[in-house]
């Protein structure tokens, strides 16, 4: 299995430019979820995904963020306009069962917005 | 507030020493606790999961504690190698208004030295 994938590895941009990060979960998972890592706050849960369907998107820090998953295979995390704060490695991960499952995470995105 | 805390923030020890690193949460009601893995430029990686009755758990060098009156967690490394030098991240869940939810602790981490 190849694991979760995720693109680009690392996207740099302009403030004020939308930013799409990309997930292939690992066939066969029921659960996706999307995270946001920095130095000072650590991992963050933004939002998850059960079959498909958003059931706790309330780690999405604002409306400037939003996640869809069309199909099984394909997730995406949108940031429109992006702001240097949004500055972070964001890791989509994913679980066969349930959230405390074991997720599998992707190698991450490194997200810079000057 | 849910709160997972670990301590040291990060820690320096020789090659073939052992390493205690401790994870202190506020979480209720408890539902798991997980160990995580991360190496530089990586997602993390699942060391250990114990649920609320279990009180120790063996990965390897790696073992796992949890005290779950005190809601205290130890990861214990034995003879540690060069390879062990990484992030380790504790992770409580914990469940709110019939859903899941993770607490992830900003981790401690650890370099080892030859």
């Known amino acids: 299995d190849a694991g979760v994938i995720q693109s680009p590895r690392h996207e740099v941009t302009e403030m004020g430019q939308e930013v799409t990060l990309r997930c292939k979960p690992i066939s066969g998972h029921d659960y996706l979820f999307w995270y946001r890592q920095t130095m000072m706050r650590g991992l963050e849960l933004l939002i998850y995904f059960n079959n498909n369907v958003p059931i706790d998107d309330s780690g999405m820090p604002e409306d400037r963020f939003s996640a869809k998953m069309p199909n099984a295979s394909f997730s995406t995390l949108k940031i429109q306009p992006s702001e240097p704060r949004d500055s972070a490695v964001y890791f989509c991960?994913?679980?066969?069962?349930?959230?405390?499952?074991?997720?599998?995470f992707g190698p991450g995105t490194r997200l810079t917005v000057l | 507030k849910n709160q997972v805390e670990q301590s040291p923030q990060s820690l320096i020890i020789l090659e073939g020493k052992n390493c205690t690193l401790q994870?202190?949460?506020?979480?209720?009601?408890?539902?798991?606790l997980r160990w995580y893995k991360q190496d530089t430029g990586r997602g993390p990686v699942s060391l250990t999961i114990m649920t609320f009755s279990e009180n120790t758990k063996s990965n390897g060098r790696y073992t796992a504690t949890l005290d779950a009156d005190t809601k205290q967690s130890s990861l214990h490394i034995t003879a540690s190698q060069l390879s062990d030098s990484a992030s380790y991240i504790c992770?409580?869940?914990?469940?709110?208004?019939?859903?899941?939810?993770?607490?992830f602790g900003i981790g401690t981490k650890l370099q080892v030295i030859p």
């Open positions: 991960a994913s679980s066969r069962a349930a959230i405390a499952d074991t997720q599998y």
């Open positions: 992770v409580v869940s914990w469940n709110s208004g019939g859903y899941q939810k993770v607490t």
């Open positions: 994870c202190n949460y506020t979480v209720s009601p408890f539902s798991n």
